[in-house]
């Protein structure tokens, strides 16, 4: 069932999968934090050097009432769960993944876009989800150009 | 899915797990906040010893007022129409407001942030002063807070504002001219000034009787205790100031009209 091109280098775990896979989880962990911090809603006061939420309290923070962050969290769980079992053999899986993270990568850019040019704020965690999204996408690209 | 031999448990193993920690974790955390948060509303109490600041710098005049001028507690607000903060503050302060009625003043101040992510709110206190100027403070400045989410990012946010000035029946055009001429802007400069001078650097902010309120006592049972030690604090305590509109600008004292 496996190609074993980009996967089963000696030891039967492929690096790159499993990089990419660790880092999903970074991502995972960032928007559970950002979902919990939604929900028990602690908020800051705006001052001129920063601390307002104007970004986790815009109207774009939300999807049908719920955070924007849990369905990040969803995401970068399919994406763990896809690049894991990509570095366990499964190469169809790969694939899957670098479609996904393309996707996600192209939503983070539209979140960075809209943070710095509509909402006019920067979020750090949403800044490092993006930055996870982006650079899972780059691995996936990265891993065809590697090995063919 | 599986396409090894030996392992391929084992990712599927460790999937799961992830998946447990996740969501037991998230699970847990919301758990513990909620908890926390029904035990420290209580126990932040009003710090005693703090002394008040004061100022020479009086704020826009007659200041936006409800209650009594002649109230023993006054408490006063600075916040910005695009801070969520405080739009998340406003019904506190409003149920606070109205729970005393006449025996506080409160004293609504303007303090726009000169930060790029609010960057229309100080031409939303301006709006705000303008509908003061014809009487209307308080309709627009509830409008404007209750509503934040729809305007704080709209780029035809003057639009929503024309329809809330005629939503509270103001005179647009007049509103509109007032938003441009200086009255308006002169008020929201005066209390910005005032801020300053009482050492305010974000927003929202509160004063009861000069002491600054840390943020975490700006919760509507906080609020109350320190009201309440102010209130014990003053001579007839118990009896509520009559309510005395200051003169000069319909904007005090409007929304409590007492009946007596």
């Known amino acids: 069932m496996s190609d074993a091109e980009i996967v089963n280098e000696g030891n039967g775990i492929a690096k790159l999968p499993l990089a990419a896979a660790l880092l999903a989880l970074v991502g995972l962990f960032d928007s559970i934090y950002l979902t919990i911090h939604h929900y028990t809603g602690e908020n800051v006061p705006c001052s001129v050097t920063g601390g307002c939420e104007m970004v986790l309290t815009s109207a774009w923070s939300q999807i049908a009432g719920y955070p924007l962050s849990i369905f990040g969290a969803a995401a970068y769980f399919v994406a763990f769960s896809l690049a894991l079992l990509a570095a366990f053999g499964n190469r169809p899986l790969w694939k899957l993944f670098g479609l996904q993270t393309l996707v996600m990568a192209g939503f983070s850019f539209w979140l960075i876009y809209l943070q710095a040019f509509v909402i006019g704020a920067f979020c750090q965690f949403c800044l490092l989800s993006a930055a996870t999204s982006i650079t899972l996408c780059i691995i996936a690209l990265a891993s065809r150009f590697w090995r063919s | ?260």
């Not at chain 2, 998340?88 to 409003?94: A, D, E, I, N, T």
């Open chain 2, 1 to 260: 899915m599986s396409n090894g031999k030996n392992n391929s448990k084992t990712p599927l193993i460790i999937i799961g797990l992830v998946l447990i920690v996740a969501v037991g974790g998230a699970w847990w955390f919301l758990g513990q906040s909620n908890a926390g948060i029904k035990n420290t509303n209580k126990p932040t109490n009003a710090k005693a010893g703090q002394t008040p600041i004061v100022t020479n710098i009086q704020g826009a005049q007659p200041p936006n007022m409800l209650g009594s001028a002649n109230a023993s507690v006054t408490v006063e607000e600075f916040a910005d129409f695009q801070c969520p903060t405080c739009g998340v503050m406003h019904p506190k302060v409003k149920e606070v407001v109205s729970t005393y009625g006449s025996r506080i003043k409160f004293i609504f101040r303007e303090y726009p942030l000169a930060i790029p992510a609010h960057d229309k709110a100080y031409e939303a206190a301006v709006a705000a002063e303008a509908a003061g100027l014809q009487g209307k403070f308080w309709d627009m400045q509830n409008l404007l807070f209750s509503n934040q989410q729809a305007w704080s990012a709209n780029p035809d946010y003057r639009k929503v504002w024309e329809e809330y000035a005629a939503k509270i029946g103001l005179d647009v055009d007049r509103w509109k001219n007032d938003m441009a001429g200086l009255n308006a802007k002169a008020r929201v400069d005066a209390d910005l000034a005032r801020g300053r001078a009482l050492n305010v650097n974000s927003t929202p902010s509160i004063f009861i009787n000069g002491i600054k309120l840390e943020f975490e006592q700006m919760t509507v049972e906080t609020m109350r205790q320190m009201i309440d030690a102010e209130l014990a604090k003053a001579p007839n305590a118990s009896q509520p100031a009559p309510s005395a509109p200051a003169a000069g600008n319909s904007n005090t004292a409007n929304v409590e009209p007492k009946k007596q």
